[in-house]
């Protein structure tokens, strides 16, 4: 699959640069059609350790406390996620539910709530009585309330992008891996895609670095920053309480603390980790690499107290990453005369819109109109 031959040039109709969470569902989408010659080019291997899409798992939602303006793109990437396990022949979206667990009137639950309103959704609500008898994995308080996404779950990361890579392939795409692209620019009605080992031509380019995005556009330092993300996997005591047959993903507010995670997918370890725990860098090669052990401490016993089953030492921990914008709103914008996408700082919260937002990169590079994009995604918003 992945094209190792000379290092010779290539002419293509679009070059994607950056094949992890948002540059494979680019790729995959826009092969699919089966009309453009598109070319996939990624710094590290098919799938590696290095990107955002890292930790064996991520929460799927569409009731959003982020906002109702992203109901109708996570709508739109649920079915396409089905498309993908359809062409892979892979479960990769685990439709076990979400549980938001809040209290009335904060906004995490309030715009879960409108979400559901707006849109209709299938779900279910909960008061703390009903959440101590349907979830006794969770410790609640008596004002807490749930709220349970029927479409929500947990999804495979690396398995969703290595599967997305692989049915461009098949789709007809040309993959270039370990091959660091060093410039983009544009070209007569074009443009040039110059890595350490080639140029590559095109008439359309879909730019999707992550958190190495400032790199290629220097536009972008002033909007985004790098925010190094913990994840942490804890083993409970009782293991068949945390099954995703009895257990949904879930999302926790408690005040200052916020807590997420996901049923047990390796068969002996719970994953209950704090959305962040570090101060943001400037730079991917800024971010730390370690937990220090009193963070580690006061990670496991929030853990413990919101899941008293769970041993409060970390069975294993990593340290992940994330381009960020202040308002957490991506960036997806159509520069150099409308040739180039750049698709950024999803803050977090991209990998669930990630097929979505590949769709929008096939009707960029196809001149259709994308009913899924808002003028305040572009580069300009961001800069005023």
């Known amino acids: 699959m992945t094209e190792q031959s000379e290092a010779s040039d290539i002419d293509a109709d679009v070059v994607v640069v950056g094949l992890g969470t948002m540059g494979s569902m680019a790729l ?4 699919r059609r089966r009309n453009l010659r598109v070319v996939g080019v990624e710094q590290y291997g098919l799938v590696h350790s290095h990107g955002s899409f890292t930790g064996e798992s991520r929460v799927f939602r569409t009731a959003y406390h982020e906002g109702t303006r992203y109901v109708p793109l996570l709508l739109s990437a649920r079915d396409i996620w089905h498309e993908l396990e359809a062409d892979s022949g892979r479960q990769l979206l685990l439709e076990v539910g979400t549980l938001t667990i809040g209290h009335a009137g904060e906004p995490a639950v309030e715009n879960v709530l409108a979400s559901i309103r707006e849109y209709e959704l299938p779900h279910q609500v909960f008061d703390a009585k009903e959440l101590r008898s349907s979830y006794p994995q969770h ?12 479409y929500g779950g947990g999804m495979r990361p690396e398995l969703s992008v290595f599967s997305a890579i692989e049915s461009a392939a098949a789709n007809g795409a040309t993959v270039l891996d ?14 040039v895609v110059t890595t350490e080992r080639r140029v590559i031509r095109a008439k359309r380019a879909v730019i999707a670095q992550g958190s190495w995005a400032r790199r290629l556009n220097p536009d972008l330092a002033a909007v985004l920053t790098v925010q190094p993300l913990p994840l942490t996997w804890f083993m409970p005591h009782h293991l068949e309480l945390f099954t995703p047959d009895r257990f949904p993903a879930f999302i926790r507010d408690e005040g200052p603390v916020h807590f997420f995670g996901a049923p047990s997918l390796d068969g002996y370890s719970v994953k209950v980790t704090p959305r962040r725990f570090h101060d943001p860098v400037a730079d991917v090669d800024e971010v730390p690499k370690t937990i220090s052990a009193e963070k580690l401490s006061e990670i496991g016993h929030l853990a413990q107290e919101f899941f008293p089953d769970l041993n409060p030492e970390p069975v294993h921990w990593s340290v992940h990453h994330d381009a960020f914008t202040a308002d957490k709103v991506p960036v997806i914008d159509a520069g150099l005369d409308g040739r180039v996408l750049t698709l950024a700082g999803f803050s977090g919260h991209g990998f669930k819109l990630a097929p979505g937002v590949g769709e929008i990169a096939a009707q960029f590079v196809n001149d259709e109109e994308s009913p899924l994009l808002a003028s305040d995604y572009s580069l300009a918003a961001h800069l005023r």
């Open 28 to 31: 995959w989408r826009i092969a």
């Open 139 to 150: 410790s609640v308080g008596d004002d807490a309330m749930g709220v349970l996404d029927l």
């Open 178 to 191: 370990h091959e660091t692209v060093l410039n983009v620019e544009a070209d007569g009605s074009g443009v």
